[in-house]
């Protein structure tokens, strides 16, 4: 193993400098609003604030489930935040997710609007209100949950871990590279065992388990994320590429995947959706034909 630049820590950590990286201007050690920036409002009961990245994707995909079952409920305006930018910095969004962290959801269906924030929150929110994709048996449901929460304390791992490390840090470290390589592919070996007996994670059925999983997961099963699939010879991991490939095939999520999507095939991205309609005509490659 190479061996970096020696570092020794200061006694108190200074924020003196900007921390390089594709994240850096956006990365601060503090809480709270940056600007005064109040968040639009559309007609749906609905109001998602969100950007297409495997934590976007899981919302959006949940969104086009319900309305896939025929709940009119679930009818949503979808915002785009561009945290590249720092919209999720803005005062108004700030309001909704005081963590400064896409997704996040309005929920003005009642006489007083619910903030909910946190991606596994608002799966559970949304399962719980239409009785949806959640089992109501004990025994299903624990399991339904145990994998979402899996999920939520497993892929900082993937994505802030090796993801950062193998793709987006200003230096290439070995020791991190391996370190997060390795817990990245231990995390494909549970879910591979795991679907070895089971069609979906919760069990027969599909659930908000296999929504909070796959834009990750399946993602990177698919070389879909950081160009790593080689590198991490995800190919081995034969029973989460059959999963993988059942849920792509689904109509909600194909729908749900390409909300607020603002990179790949510009047919793949529709960078707000305020109606079902915007599917047909209003992804990028259609507003850029001018059709």
Same mark, same amino acid.
């Given at each position: 193993? /190479?061996?970096?630049?020696?570092?020794?820590? !200061?006694?108190?950590?200074?924020?003196?400098?900007?921390?390089?990286?594709?994240?850096?201007?956006?990365?601060?050690?503090?809480?709270?609003?940056?600007?005064?920036?109040?968040?639009?409002?559309?007609?749906?009961? &609905?109001?998602?604030?969100?950007?297409?990245?495997?934590?976007?994707?899981?919302?959006?995909? &949940?969104?086009?489930?319900?309305?896939?079952? =025929? *709940? $009119?409920?679930?009818?949503?305006?979808?915002?785009?935040?561009?945290?590249?930018?720092? #919209?999720?910095?803005?005062?108004?969004?700030? $309001?909704?997710?005081?963590?400064?962290?896409?997704?996040?959801?309005?929920?003005?269906? =009642?006489?007083? !609007?619910?903030?909910?924030?946190?991606?596994?929150?608002? @799966? &559970? *929110?949304?399962?719980?209100?239409?009785?949806?994709?959640?089992?109501?048996?004990?025994? !299903?449901?624990?399991?339904?949950?145990?994998?979402?929460?899996?999920? &939520?304390?497993?892929?900082?791992?993937?994505?802030?871990?090796?993801?950062?490390?193998?793709?987006? $840090?200003?230096?290439?470290?070995? %020791?991190?590279?391996?370190?997060?390589?390795?817990?990245?592919?231990?995390?494909?070996?549970?879910? #591979?065992?795991?679907?070895?007996?089971?069609?979906?994670?919760?069990?027969?059925?599909?659930?908000? $388990?296999?929504?909070?999983?796959?834009?990750?997961?399946?993602?990177?099963?698919?070389?879909? @994320? %950081?160009? /790593?699939?080689?590198?991490?010879?995800?190919?081995?991991?034969?029973?989460?590429?059959?999963?993988?490939?059942?849920?792509?095939?689904?109509?909600?999520?194909?729908?749900?995947?390409?909300?607020?999507?603002?990179?790949?095939?510009?047919?793949?991205?529709? *960078?707000?959706?305020?109606?079902?309609?915007?599917?047909?005509?209003?992804?990028?490659?259609?507003?850029?034909?001018?059709?």
């Amino acid at each position: 193993m /190479s061996d970096p630049a020696e570092y020794t820590p !200061p006694k108190v950590w200074t924020w003196n400098k900007a921390s390089g990286g594709r994240f850096a201007n956006i990365n601060r050690p503090i809480a709270g609003p940056t600007h005064d920036k109040e968040l639009p409002v559309g007609k749906h009961p &609905m109001q998602l604030y969100s950007l297409g990245t495997p934590n976007g994707q899981k919302v959006t995909i &949940m969104l086009e489930e319900l309305l896939a079952l =025929g *709940h $009119a409920g679930a009818e949503y305006d979808a915002w785009l935040i561009k945290i590249g930018d720092g #919209d999720q910095f803005g005062s108004g969004f700030v $309001a909704i997710n005081p963590n400064s962290k896409i997704p996040a959801l309005l929920d003005r269906s =009642g006489p007083k !609007p619910i903030r909910v924030f946190e991606s596994g929150a608002i @799966l &559970m *929110h949304l399962a719980e209100k239409f009785g949806a994709f959640l089992p109501k048996d004990p025994a !299903p449901r624990a399991e339904c949950l145990s994998w979402l929460f899996w999920q &939520m304390g497993s892929a900082p791992y993937l994505g802030g871990g090796f993801g950062h490390f193998y793709a987006y $840090a200003p230096t290439k470290i070995e %020791y991190a590279i391996d370190r997060f390589a390795m817990e990245t592919k231990r995390q494909l070996d549970v879910l #591979d065992r795991r679907l070895a007996e089971s069609r979906f994670l919760g069990g027969d059925d599909y659930t908000i $388990a296999d929504m909070a999983v796959w834009p990750w997961y399946g993602g990177l099963a698919k070389g879909l @994320l %950081y160009g /790593s699939a080689e590198f991490l010879s995800v190919q081995e991991y034969k029973n989460v590429q059959r999963w993988a490939d059942e849920v792509a095939k689904r109509p909600g999520v194909k729908r749900g995947r390409i909300v607020n999507r603002l990179q790949g095939d510009p047919a793949a991205q529709l *960078h707000e959706r305020h109606d079902a309609s915007d599917f047909d005509l209003r992804t990028q490659d259609k507003l850029q034909a001018g059709t």
